[in-house]
């Protein structure tokens, strides 16, 4: 089992950026992907961010240059850097592991995003 607990969310301006923290129960970054998604309300879960097994990153296409994704292994944490945040970046992020071969898939509780001014 693994848990993962997501930091960071909060009410900002348009423009503003925030630092999404998520905390694994324990190492597990040389066999699991870590994913970032978001839910916007009334929509339906979609990736945002993926940091693979061996440090290579992705981000959807739409995403790509206000989006960063890294990890700490030292300190079991995935982060994900907003910046030039839009109102339509509100939503609540989810952070999630999948096992590299498949199978395990684990999420967090997710942390809230609220764009406005």
């Known amino acids: 089992q693994v848990q993962l607990v997501e930091s960071g969310g909060g009410l900002v301006q348009p423009g503003g950026s925030l630092r999404l923290s998520c905390v694994a129960s324990?190492?597990?970054?040389?066999?699991?992907?870590m994913n970032w998604y978001r839910q916007a309300p009334g929509k339906q879960r979609e990736l945002v961010a993926t940091?693979?097994?061996?440090?290579?990153?992705f981000y959807t296409n739409s995403e790509k240059g206000r989006f960063t994704i890294s990890r700490d292994t030292d300190l079991n944490t995935v982060y994900l850097q907003i910046n030039n945040l839009k109102p339509e970046d509100t939503a609540v992020y989810y952070c999630n592991a999948q096992h590299f071969i498949g199978g395990d898939n684990y999420w967090g509780q997710g942390t809230q995003v609220t764009v406005s001014s």
């Open positions: 940091i693979h097994i061996r440090g290579t990153t």
């Open positions: 324990r190492s597990i970054f040389s066999t699991y992907h």
